[in-house]
């Protein structure tokens, strides 16, 4: 699963390319399973308030998390929510997307999305059945 939160659009269209399951993030949104989270970054490099409060009470299931952002806001800024997600909840920073990204940042996500929730998810099947 991938859960997003999109402000200008941005992430949503990065969404719309990824052709994965997703979710929008709401205010009441809990997803019980591994996910990938998609999220800007808010004003001056902070996690947008939705983010945080979506992490609080889902943040065990992420596996990883992208961010879009853009360089303009400077090097120090630039998907500084991001880092603070990985190091918060100790997870990797799958990619930094300026803006709405190139095809070479969707794959780059799709390709951990296929190693870190699918392949695991197979493979919890396979145990399942074996038993």
Avoid at 66 to 79: K, L, T
Avoid at 114 to 120: A, D, L, S
Wanted: proline fraction near 5%; charge should be negative.
């Amino acid at each position: 699963m991938i859960a997003y939160a999109s402000r200008t659009g941005n992430v949503r269209y990065i969404v719309s390319q990824l052709q994965l399951p997703s979710v929008e993030i709401g205010e009441d949104t809990l997803i019980e399973e591994p996910f990938v989270l998609l999220t800007y970054t808010d004003g001056l490099g902070d996690v947008p308030p939705i983010v945080r409060r979506f992490m609080d009470k889902n943040g065990e299931f992420c596996r990883g998390v992208a961010v879009s952002g853009n360089r303009n806001f400077g090097h120090h800024n630039y998907g500084k929510a991001g880092d603070t997600l990985a190091a918060q909840w100790n997870i990797p920073l799958v990619r930094k997307i300026e803006l709405r990204g190139f095809p070479s940042d969707y794959e780059v996500i799709r390709q951990f999305y296929q190693e870190q929730i699918k392949e695991r998810r197979a493979d919890q099947h396979e145990i399942v059945f074996a038993t």
